[in-house]
């Protein structure tokens, strides 16, 4: 039996296309009419803006008050004191100072009075004069008096044993005064070790009796300072 209607006059056979475009054309008209707006030409135009009256701004006036300075003060009067010419007026009569060769001027002379300074052997006047060395000219007492001391020192000079067994060497600084009659006092000594410093001072003690430094023609008390080394071989 053959059908009666034409196949391809089947309307159902695109009925899902067509409802999706008539679902997307439905979706489309929904969406423009939610997002369509409107306004109120008479609240924005360009008529109800009032610009000339924004242009007109008042500015406060303001003026510098200027004050007037205060008036000067009246002028003091003059107080004008008449002097009688009846005063008697003492005149002042200056002796002159000057003497004649005939006049004796006595001149009290003081006697000055050396304070009891120390006086660095770099400046003083005459040095302590070491034994041996008087008969040196004086400008070279100096170089005598420090080899006269480098030769005490080299011979009286004796490393300390426990130092020694310890490994202790460096150098001590002494200070010591030739006081005004020559002899040694206020030694004083700074080293890396006790053994060495007592070492030093007993280096120095030994030192004889000098001829005291003179300042002015007196003697002075003459501090003086030298290192010794002690240094293991």
Request: glycine share 4%; with cysteine; hydrophobic share 35%.
């Amino acid at each position: 039996m053959q059908p009666k209607k034409n196949p391809k006059a089947d309307l159902s056979r695109n009925s899902s296309l067509y409802f999706a475009i008539g679902l997307a054309f439905v979706l489309f008209i929904a969406w423009r009419g939610i997002e369509w707006k409107t306004y109120d030409k008479n609240a924005y135009g360009y008529q109800a803006l009032d610009v000339e009256n924004d242009d007109q701004e008042e500015i406060p006036i303001t003026e510098q008050i200027k004050t007037p300075p205060p008036p000067p003060p009246p002028p003091a009067p003059e107080i004008i004191e008449v002097v009688e010419d009846e005063e008697e007026i003492e005149e002042t009569v200056i002796e002159s100072t000057e003497t004649d060769q005939e006049e004796i001027v006595e001149v009290e002379v003081m006697e000055e009075e050396f304070e009891d300074v120390d006086v660095p052997f770099a400046v003083i006047e005459d040095v302590p004069i070491f034994p041996g060395c008087e008969r040196v000219a004086k400008s070279k007492r100096r170089d005598c008096f420090q080899e006269q001391i480098n030769k005490h020192i080299r011979k009286n000079f004796r490393y300390p044993e426990i130092a020694q067994e310890m490994g202790i060497q460096g150098r001590v600084y002494v200070n010591f005064i030739i006081s005004k009659d020559g002899s040694i006092i206020n030694i004083r000594k700074r080293g890396p070790d006790k053994n060495l410093e007592r070492e030093a001072e007993r280096i120095i003690s030994k030192l004889p009796r000098m001829t005291p430094g003179k300042q002015r023609g007196r003697a002075v008390r003459v501090p003086f300072s030298i290192p010794i080394t002690f240094r293991l071989q």
